[in-house]
């Protein structure tokens, strides 16, 4: 089956969907209005379509009357609520906007950016049931401060039922991650872990994207403005395991041998770096190795059990991280 959405153009206007088989027949008479006639539930921004495994449909988008909706139509072409659409935010004095989504199974998630304290935008979070119930606190649960131009909030599957939020933050060169468990609290300490914080490459126009990983560890890849692709492995124990993917003629960090038996070197250290610092997954500081005036330092660590580590590199102006493995 395949599902298509037209809408009319500019704010306000209608959006129908209709359901096709694998020929691209229409199955239904005649397709559904689920603005019930646009204008204050009219299209006014994002969109997102997610199927689930009866037939049903879920839309969430931006709409004309500053709110953010969600409905779910049935596989047979009608409205599956009685209330036809949720609202996620409990005023359109906050501005909610730049919303999306992700099915779960049978519960809905969707994020959005909102000002409950003007100037200030938020990343915020509801969960819904099949049957449309707000499973979190009625207004939204507020994740943290996000850009109310830049920050398009988007969503991941995670592990033990969890899912992953990550935003654009209010500086232009900072994007966030949070990990939300099923019963709406925060994995990580604080409101987020900062994948980017990078005066020198700031993060443009909200291109960046999260990868699904029921394993736990999401993989998040944005573009800076100086034509490089970066990347980020977020696991659940709290790891950020950082690797940039340069676009242009700018060398990469690397780390060699890996595997290794316990020595490493590295190359194109960036500049300003000050330490590299070895870890275990659970968090743990191994080693320090100051790498100031050094162009290959060497780290040599013995006895070290086969598995994997993590070396963090330290700067005033950057940190992130490589996953290095220890082998037999």
């Not at 006014?44 to 969600?70: E, F, H, K």
């Not at 501005?95 to 998630?109: I, W």
């Not at 595997?259 to 659970?282: A, C, H, K, M, Y």
């Amino acid at each position: 089956m395949v599902f298509a959405l037209s809408k009319g153009n500019g704010v306000g206007s209608t959006m129908y969907i209709q359901r096709f088989d694998l020929q691209g027949n229409m199955m239904w008479v005649n397709p559904l209005d689920i603005t019930s006639g646009g204008t204050l539930n009219g299209f006014s921004g994002n969109i997102t379509m997610q199927p689930d495994a009866r037939g049903n449909l879920y839309v969430v988008w931006d709409n004309s009357s500053s709110n953010v909706v969600a409905t779910k139509v049935t596989a047979q072409g009608a409205f599956a609520w009685s209330n036809l659409r949720v609202r996620m935010s409990d005023t359109s004095q906050y501005f909610p906007q730049h919303s999306s989504a992700k099915l779960v199974g049978d519960t809905l998630y969707v994020t959005w950016v909102e000002s409950r304290k003007l100037p200030t935008y938020f990343s915020m979070i509801q969960k819904l049931d099949s049957s449309g119930n707000k499973q979190l606190i009625a207004s939204g649960m507020m994740v943290d401060t996000s850009s109310g131009v830049y920050g398009f909030p988007k969503l991941a599957v995670s592990d033990s039922g969890s899912i992953v939020n990550v935003w654009q933050g209010l500086e232009s060169s900072v994007l966030a991650i949070q990990r939300i468990r099923p019963d709406g609290s925060r994995t990580w300490p604080g409101n987020r872990k900062v994948l980017s914080a990078d005066r020198q490459n700031l993060i443009t126009d909200s291109d960046y994207e999260v990868l699904d990983n029921n394993q736990g560890c999401n993989v998040v890849f944005w573009a800076s403005n100086y034509s490089n692709v970066f990347g980020a492995e977020a696991c659940s124990p709290s790891i950020i395991s950082g690797l940039q993917l340069s676009e242009d003629n700018t060398p990469a960090f690397e780390v060699y041998p890996n595997p290794s038996d316990g020595v490493w070197r590295f190359q194109n250290i960036p500049e300003g770096t000050e330490n590299l610092v070895l870890s275990s997954t659970s968090g743990t500081r191994i080693a320090t190795l100051p790498v100031t005036g050094k162009e290959e330092p060497v780290l040599s660590i013995g006895g070290l059990s086969p598995g994997i580590y993590f070396i963090s590199v330290d700067g005033k102006e950057h940190s992130f991280t490589r996953k290095v493995i220890v082998g037999r």
